[in-house]
């Protein structure tokens, strides 16, 4: 699975974004989807997680009610809206396809390269 991520921006506080993320490869509909986010000096960390089908969603406790994950199976692409976006939420995204939803990072085998969001005024 080969995995392209894309939407990232500058954005002001208090705005919208919405990031893409689409597969290439068999199988996109087998595998748990996630996005991570590593800001600049920072370890890498877990936003959102959706599993294969689309029924089963989790979020970092920070994005909750503001960030949702989704994902259309028929076009192999997972989402992630981002609403009341605030500074803090500046990092560099990425998705990932793996076996189960998870918030840890080694289970996921496939990342995509990354897409920076800035939130900044």
């Known amino acids: 699975v080969q995995l392209q991520a894309s939407g990232g921006g500058l954005v002001r506080p208090g705005g919208s974004l919405r990031l893409s993320c689409v597969a290439s490869?068999?199988?996109?509909?087998?595998?748990?989807m996630g996005w991570f986010r590593q800001a600049p000096g920072k370890e890498r960390e877990f936003v959102a997680a959706i599993d294969s089908g689309g029924g089963n969603t989790n979020y970092a406790e920070s994005m909750k009610g503001r960030f949702t994950i989704s994902r259309d199976n028929a076009k192999s692409t997972v989402d992630l809206q981002m609403n009341s976006l605030k500074p803090e939420d500046t990092a560099v995204y990425y998705c990932?396809?793996?076996?189960?939803?998870?918030?840890?990072?080694?289970?996921?085998?496939?990342w995509g390269q990354g897409t920076l969001v800035t939130v900044s005024s």
């Open positions: 490869g068999r199988f996109f509909s087998s595998y748990a």
């Open positions: 990932a396809a793996g076996p189960i939803v998870s918030p840890s990072a080694r289970h996921y085998g496939y």
